[in-house]
């Protein structure tokens, strides 16, 4: 297993340009999510997604939008991308509720994606 | 909403010393509580983590946290602190473990 994987690993942009930052897993989790960590911020929820088709908003979803057409991929789409936009973006996968309720709650990271907007 | 407060930003100890990270919660009912360690330029790895029952957690590379719920804390304890466990520290809450709120996180610097 690949675990969950991010693309690209760093970007530059400029400002208004758009991207997507791409995610998949290997590991059938029906759950996903999207974080940004800012230095003094800790990590914060942008998106996430229970199960394919199904995704909502998280604390700061604002400038970015998803989509989850399969299990596997979870990508994020920045339409415009800010100079405020400039972050470590990670990705994070959870299977779903196993055997005794609870046997599958461990979220699962990426490496991460650093992006910079000039 | 959910909160989780990490009061201490930078934390340096000497090699085998003992460590305590500290971390207070704020929700309403028993949440999810988790650490997580990242060092530089790397991922998030799970340290260990707390649903119900003992309150009294083992995580890998000998950490272990206690929850305590009068106090809603959740903190992080090592006895012996080694040189590759200098890195950021995050303790997270939830009632889903896919929703997670982040701390700040807790930088920790080990002295040889």
């Known amino acids: 297993n690949a675990g969950v994987t991010q693309t690209p690993k760093f970007q530059v942009l400029k400002t208004g340009q758009s991207m997507t930052l791409q995610c998949a897993q290997d590991?059938?989790?029906?759950?996903m999510s999207w974080y940004r960590q800012d230095p003094g911020m800790g990590l914060r929820l942008i998106h996430y997604s229970v199960g394919a088709g199904i995704t909502d908003q998280g604390e700061v979803p604002n400038g970015y939008n998803v989509s989850r057409s399969t299990t596997e991929d979870f990508p994020l789409r920045l339409l415009s991308a800010a100079p405020s936009q400039t972050s470590v973006y990670f990705c994070?996968?959870?299977?779903?509720?196993?055997?005794?309720?609870?046997?599958?709650?461990?979220?699962?990271f990426g490496p991460g994606t650093r992006l910079t907007v000039l | 909403a959910q909160s989780v407060t990490q009061p201490d930003i930078h934390i340096t100890v000497s090699e085998g010393a003992s460590l305590e990270l500290r971390c207070n919660y704020s929700?309403?009912?028993?949440?999810?509580l988790f650490w997580y360690v990242q060092s530089p330029g790397q991922g998030l790895q799970l340290l260990l983590k707390y649903f119900s029952g003992d309150t009294l957690v083992q995580g890998i590379k000998g950490f272990e946290a206690e929850f305590k719920r009068s106090q809603s804390s959740f903190n992080l304890r090592k006895p012996s602190v080694h040189w590759s466990d200098a890195a950021e520290y995050f303790c997270?809450?939830?009632?889903?473990?896919?929703?997670?709120?982040f701390g700040k996180g807790t930088k920790l610097s080990v002295i040889p």
């Open positions: 590991m059938n989790h029906e759950y």
């Open positions: 997270a809450v939830g009632a889903r473990s896919y929703q997670l709120t």
């Open positions: 929700y309403g009912a028993t949440p999810y």
């Open positions: 994070a996968s959870r299977g779903g509720q196993g055997a005794g309720g609870r046997a599958y709650n461990e979220q699962f």
